[in-house]
């Protein structure tokens, strides 16, 4: 149960869109709407950024080159894979929250696929609604994080992407594959118990999720994918906890 295996549940996912595209296709509707506010404000952010960038650093009107230059594109570097970041785990959150209903009957579909006990009834929308609210929280966190890192001179700009994708990944991962955990009555520490054999997985699966998320257009395509992808990885640790 390594890395690989995790990341190959959305390609399994991926394969509900032949097998039943009427029900994907339903999973798009809110992941557009949330995409096309994301772009808008992300837009807007990449054109203010340069102006943000000079108000920010009055101390460095007077610096001479190279310095001026690293620091202000250090910070604007920062300030754009910041919002990126902050962008794709809000777009989870959100598109999770507004699309509930939606995920929802993806989400059961895959359960009576799989077979064995299907839950009566999911989290419900307030439910899920304010899962979504904690994952932008984390979210806002874990952006701060890799908006600091970015400001470090030469690898910051490089390590803050890559620590962001995995640790966001990791909690996009955590919120999707809690679904079919919590409408089964398994509480935070039930859940985190359950998944503890399959930390890898669960990295490898986020991972991924993260990476397709930022591909244009990649989210719309790839979030009912990480539903179905994320219910079948949570069978997967139910039936081995059932098994062992």
Same mark, same amino acid.
């Given at each position: 149960?390594?890395?690989?295996?995790?990341?190959?549940?959305?390609f399994?996912?991926?394969?509900?869109w032949?097998? !039943?595209? &009427? =029900?994907?296709?339903? +999973?798009?509707?809110?992941?557009?709407? /949330?995409?096309? $506010?994301? *772009?808008?404000?992300?837009v807007?952010?990449?054109?203010?950024?340069?102006?943000?960038v000079?108000?920010?650093?009055?101390?460095?009107?007077?610096?001479?080159?190279p310095?001026?230059?690293?620091?202000?594109?250090?910070?604007?570097?920062?300030?754009?894979?910041?919002?990126l970041?902050?962008?794709?785990?809000t777009?989870?959150?959100?598109?999770?929250?507004?699309?509930?209903?939606?995920?929802?009957?993806?989400w059961?579909?895959?359960?009576?696929?799989?077979?064995?006990?299907?839950?009566?009834?999911?989290?419900?929308?307030? !439910?899920? &609604? =304010?899962?979504?609210? +904690?994952?932008?929280?984390?979210?806002? /966190?874990?952006? $701060?994080? *890799?908006?600091?890192?970015?400001?470090?001179?030469?690898?910051?700009?490089?390590?803050?992407?890559?620590?962001?994708?995995?640790?966001?990944?990791?909690?996009?991962?955590?919120?999707?594959?809690?679904?079919?955990?919590?409408?089964?009555?398994?509480?935070?520490?039930?859940?985190?118990?359950?998944?503890?054999?399959?930390?890898q997985?669960?990295?490898?699966?986020?991972?991924?999720?993260?990476?397709?998320?930022?591909?244009?257009?990649?989210?719309?395509?790839?979030?009912?994918?990480?539903?179905?992808g994320?219910?079948?990885?949570?069978?997967?640790a139910?039936?081995?906890?059932?098994?062992?």
């Amino acid at each position: 149960m390594g890395f690989a295996h995790g990341a190959g549940f959305l390609f399994r996912g991926l394969k509900m869109w032949r097998q !039943r595209p &009427a =029900l994907m296709l339903l +999973g798009i509707v809110p992941a557009v709407l /949330v995409l096309i $506010v994301m *772009v808008a404000l992300f837009v807007t952010v990449v054109l203010v950024a340069d102006d943000l960038v000079d108000w920010a650093t009055p101390f460095a009107d007077d610096w001479s080159e190279p310095w001026q230059g690293i620091v202000r594109i250090g910070l604007y570097l920062a300030m754009i894979l910041g919002s990126l970041f902050l962008f794709v785990v809000t777009f989870t959150g959100l598109t999770l929250a507004v699309g509930d209903p939606f995920y929802e009957k993806i989400w059961r579909e895959t359960e009576l696929m799989i077979g064995g006990d299907v839950p009566a009834r999911g989290v419900g929308w307030l !439910r899920g &609604a =304010l899962d979504g609210a +904690g994952l932008i929280a984390l979210g806002v /966190v874990t952006t $701060v994080g *890799v908006f600091v890192i970015g400001l470090v001179p030469v690898v910051g700009p490089v390590v803050g992407p890559i620590l962001g994708v995995v640790v966001s990944g990791r909690l996009v991962a955590g919120e999707l594959v809690s679904r079919g955990l919590e409408a089964r009555g398994m509480d935070r520490a039930a859940q985190k118990a359950l998944l503890a054999g399959h930390r890898q997985s669960m990295l490898g699966f986020g991972t991924v999720v993260q990476l397709c998320f930022l591909v244009p257009f990649g989210a719309v395509v790839m979030m009912p994918a990480a539903v179905v992808g994320s219910t079948m990885l949570a069978r997967e640790a139910l039936d081995g906890s059932a098994g062992a």
